[in-house]
């Protein structure tokens, strides 16, 4: 099995087409998968840092489109780069939720936001499940008609009930594990296309 701390296929290929993490081959399959994104598609990507999945995105929706990405920590990798527009904050804050607010609607979310791992999983997935539900709520707020929906889980918990929320919103809701998701990850994502409301 590969090492963690060792760079494998997918952290090599970041690294050589200049994606600021591996993770972006997780959203490139789902992509491919699902046509999540379009070109002039307006984007909110949440937990959007180191900002590989933004920067796939602001590529895909080209100039016409635009992308917010929001994160607790700073987005310096994502400065200057025309079509997208940075948060630094909290999801759950109220003044972080009036600047996402004020910045849509959006044609799709993206979310791969995870809870810092403390090694206790029950606790790891507990957090991870109410950034879903926090980005599902995000959905009833600014998430346009016929919008598409990605977002990270950990397995464990909620996974059934969460799936069971998204296709009440959605055309169609998935729970998937793409091939660049490491082995040893327990991390899902939910995929939902075609939002109702
Ligand atoms: C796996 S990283 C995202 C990687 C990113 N998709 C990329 O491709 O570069 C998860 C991110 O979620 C962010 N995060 C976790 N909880 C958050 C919250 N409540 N509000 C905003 N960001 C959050 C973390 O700060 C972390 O940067």
């Not at 690294?15 to 307006?42: C, D, N, T």
């Not at 607010?101 to 499940?129: E, F, K, M």
């Not at 793409?178 to 995929?191: G, H, I, N, W």
């Amino acid at each position: 099995m590969a090492r963690r701390d060792q760079p494998d296929r997918y952290a090599k290929q970041a690294r050589r087409e200049g994606y600021a993490a591996r993770s972006v081959y997780k959203l490139e399959e789902l992509q491919h998968r699902f046509a999540l994104i379009q070109p002039a598609m307006r984007v909110l990507d949440v937990g959007a840092a180191p900002g590989s999945w933004s920067q796939l995105a602001s590529k895909i929706v080209g100039n016409r489109g635009c992308i917010v990405a929001v994160d607790l920590a700073d987005l310096p990798g994502l400065d200057g780069v025309k079509n997208v527009e940075t948060i630094c904050g909290d999801i759950h804050d109220p003044e972080v939720i009036e600047r996402i607010v004020g910045l849509g609607p959006y044609d799709a979310i993206i979310s791969d936001a995870a809870p810092r791992t403390s090694g206790n999983r029950s606790l790891d997935t507990t957090r991870s499940a109410a950034i879903v539900e926090q980005v599902l709520w995000l959905c009833e707020r600014v998430l346009a008609r016929e919008g598409n929906l990605v977002a990270k889980l950990f397995q464990g918990g909620e996974e059934q009930l969460l799936l069971q929320e998204v296709r009440r919103r959605f055309a169609t809701g998935r729970l998937l594990k793409p091939k660049a998701s490491r082995d040893e990850s327990f991390e899902v994502f939910l995929v939902g296309t075609g939002y109702e409301g």
